[in-house]
């Protein structure tokens, strides 16, 4: 809830980083809190949402789930009007591609051989990005099955696509970040070299139902 964000935000926390799955939730936050705030989207994202959420909010900091090239125009379409209407001191956005590591099919994400291409095309055709590096969801039965002392074939798949990656891009492997691990699995993550986890849920508990999500009377409540 956004009045749970801003108490984080707020001293002594003053956390910076946060992350939302809804592309309108994160625009309605990002209005009403303060834009300090670095938010980092990481849902599924649909082609259309991706030029309003990229366009609308100044202080979006991430798009962590970029698997198709259109996806990633449409972002640079979004930044690049913004950066015409507040001027080029926005920095540019950055993006994690996405890969299926797991290979189910109701995960998103590019295949693990398509990524380079994405990656490229993000360097190459979309000056207002910036290639952060890349993203899974892996299988959370994949974790839980996991051996102690043994490894997750999921996050073993990022960091060999990324090592693969950096290779045909002619950077180094430390250039191109790992976001990997969930609440569930965070540790498994970090030990296998993830940058980045996403434990929402283990800070501010199982959120609600989206139907149930209240933006602005969240936030007013956090003023009284």
Same mark, same amino acid.
């Given at each position: 809830?956004?009045?749970?964000?801003? &108490?984080?935000?707020?001293?002594?926390?003053?956390?910076?980083?946060?992350?939302?799955?809804? &592309?309108?939730?994160?625009?309605?936050?990002?209005?009403?809190?303060?834009?300090?705030?670095?938010?980092?989207?990481?849902? +599924?994202?649909?082609?259309?949402?991706?030029?309003?959420? $990229?366009?609308?909010?100044?202080?979006?900091?991430? %798009?962590?789930?970029?698997?198709?090239?259109?996806?990633?125009?449409?972002?640079?379409?979004? /930044?690049?009007?913004?950066?015409? #209407?507040?001027?080029?001191?926005?920095?540019?956005?950055?993006?994690?591609?996405?890969?299926? @590591? *797991?290979?189910?099919?109701?995960?998103?994400?590019?295949?693990?051989?398509? +990524?380079? &291409?994405?990656? #490229?095309?993000?360097?190459?055709?979309?000056?207002?990005? /910036?290639?952060?590096?890349? !993203? @899974?969801?892996? $299988?959370?039965?994949?974790?839980?099955? %996991?051996?102690?002392?043994?490894?997750?074939?999921?996050?073993? @798949?990022? #960091?060999?696509?990324?090592?693969?990656?950096?290779?045909?891009?002619?950077?180094?492997?430390?250039?191109?970040?790992?976001? !990997?691990? !969930?609440?569930?699995?965070?540790? *498994?993550?970090?030990?296998?070299? *993830?940058?980045?986890?996403?434990?929402? *849920? @283990?800070?501010?508990?199982?959120?609600?139902?989206?139907?149930?999500?209240?933006?602005?009377?969240?936030?007013?409540?956090?003023?009284?």
């Amino acid at each position: 809830p956004a009045n749970d964000i801003l &108490a984080l935000h707020r001293p002594p926390h003053s956390h910076l980083h946060f992350g939302e799955n809804y &592309a309108q939730e994160l625009q309605e936050k990002a209005a009403l809190l303060p834009r300090e705030i670095r938010w980092h989207f990481i849902g +599924a994202l649909q082609t259309n949402k991706c030029r309003p959420l $990229a366009e609308q909010v100044p202080n979006l900091w991430c %798009v962590e789930s970029v698997d198709a090239a259109k996806k990633a125009d449409q972002l640079q379409k979004g /930044r690049e009007a913004l950066c015409q #209407r507040e001027g080029d001191e926005i920095p540019p956005l950055r993006v994690f591609v996405q890969v299926n @590591t *797991s290979g189910e099919a109701e995960k998103s994400g590019v295949e693990p051989e398509g +990524a380079a &291409a994405l990656c #490229r095309h993000v360097r190459e055709k979309c000056p207002r990005l /910036r290639l952060q590096g890349l !993203m @899974t969801i892996g $299988a959370i039965a994949r974790s839980q099955g %996991v051996a102690e002392g043994k490894e997750n074939e999921d996050f073993i @798949t990022l #960091r060999e696509v990324r090592d693969r990656v950096a290779g045909e891009l002619g950077v180094g492997e430390e250039e191109l970040e790992l976001s !990997m691990g !969930m609440s569930e699995d965070f540790e *498994s993550a970090i030990r296998c070299g *993830s940058n980045e986890v996403r434990v929402g *849920s @283990t800070i501010f508990g199982e959120r609600p139902a989206k139907k149930d999500a209240k933006v602005k009377d969240d936030v007013d409540e956090g003023k009284e």
